[in-house]
């Protein structure tokens, strides 16, 4: 048995004309507040007032900023300001408890502080808590000028960086 799975379900309704229900309160409440205040303000306050007023509107009504409505970005925003920020770890194990023999087990994959504190370069150990391999064997080493005096040619990169170049002679 075959069932239609409904292929647009985040796309919101037209209600009014091409205007979604939040697209059009967020004109028509700007529209009434700028009417209401024509009525009763002087033609340059009310035009001072009602700019930013239908600017704002349209913009809640139309501006998206990396794909998301500006009603979302403006939520986001006042709650990262707003809202307390706390971090906190949560261990994998928390039960379980911290002595000499549970802390080999949890280093038993060829790393452990010890191991960083005795010279493990840190960049391995960074690699092996960001990717949770083991560090490879040091990247091979550029070759001496006393091997390649023939072939190859040393020199200093733009940033000070020594660096063998192959010798090509074109005579």
Do not use: H
């Amino acid at each position: 048995m075959q069932f239609q799975i409904p292929q647009f379900i985040e796309t919101e309704d037209r209600i009014v004309g091409p205007l979604t229900l939040k697209q059009f309160l967020a004109l028509a409440i700007p529209a009434g507040l700028s009417f209401l205040m024509f009525l009763f303000l002087k033609a340059w306050l009310w035009f001072v007032l009602s700019a930013p007023l239908i600017g704002i509107g349209v913009a809640l009504a139309f501006l998206k900023i990396n794909g998301q409505q500006f009603t979302k970005v403006v939520a986001n925003a006042f709650s990262f300001y707003f809202d307390p920020q706390a971090y906190v770890w949560q261990p994998k194990n928390p039960t379980l408890p911290k002595n000499e023999t549970t802390l080999k087990q949890a280093g038993a994959g060829g790393f452990s502080l010890e191991s960083v504190v005795r010279g493990l370069a840190l960049k391995n150990a960074w690699r092996y808590i960001q990717t949770g391999s083991k560090p490879k064997e040091e990247e091979p080493q550029l070759p001496t000028a006393e091997k390649t005096k023939e072939r190859y040619q040393i020199w200093r990169g733009g940033s000070g960086e020594r660096r063998a170049a192959k010798r090509i002679d074109y005579r």
